[in-house]
């Protein structure tokens, strides 16, 4: 009833740009938080950066100052701007949104993941 999907992923080179899209749709009633989340080869998924529906924010240590997480004005989407990108921030980047649904309650929803390539 609720689908994630996120875009913008692709391969870059140190030191550049990327801007990540996801966006929630379906049967939804209200999103509360929606987050961005990374998973590299051989490593456990982590946090990367984390909004709430007022717009309040958490980062991992290792984006701060780096990343920016933003939503839309429907508050069914979230960006990462990723600028200053490092070899180590290669990875499965994910989104996921905390919904409240029309017909299922409070759910979480996670997309099918984009890839992020920092590389030379």
Do not use: H
């Amino acid at each position: 009833q609720v689908q994630v999907e996120e875009s913008g992923g692709g391969l870059v080179q140190p030191g550049g740009s990327l801007r990540l899209s996801c966006a929630a749709s379906g049967n939804i009633a209200s999103i509360n938080n929606m987050g961005w989340y990374r998973q590299a080869p051989g490593k456990q998924r982590e946090l990367v950066a984390r909004i709430a529906r007022d717009d309040s924010t958490n980062y991992a240590d290792s984006v701060k100052g780096r990343f920016t997480i933003s939503r839309g004005n429907a508050k069914n989407t979230a960006y990462l701007q990723m600028n200053s990108l490092k070899p180590e921030d290669t990875a499965v980047y994910y989104c996921n949104a905390d919904v409240l649904t029309t017909t299922l309650g409070r759910r979480t929803f996670w997309g099918q993941g984009t890839q992020v390539t920092v590389s030379s």
